[in-house]
């Protein structure tokens, strides 16, 4: 198995130390673990896209403005 190192801020050592029971390698490798399948998962959906980067750009776009006004709704 392959050792990787990872540097957290004092503050977030200060709290992982408070919970000393968790293994905290175990939940790094989860955590990792997880987000290279949603990675894997993104990469396949969009495998065979046809969108530019300007396309994906203006789609952002819309759909921050859309949430924008969604949550000014709202208020």
Do not use: P, Y
Request: avoid cysteine; charged fraction near 35%.
């Amino acid at each position: 198995m392959a050792t990787v190192t990872l540097a957290v801020s004092d503050e977030l050592k200060h709290e992982m130390d408070r919970f000393s029971v968790i293994n905290w390698s175990a939940v790094a490798r989860e955590a990792i673990a997880e987000k290279i399948n949603a990675l894997k998962l993104l990469e396949s959906i969009t495998m065979d896209s046809k969108l530019t980067e300007k396309d994906i750009e203006e789609l952002g776009t819309k759909i921050k403005e859309g949430i924008a006004r969604a949550h000014a709704k709202r208020a």
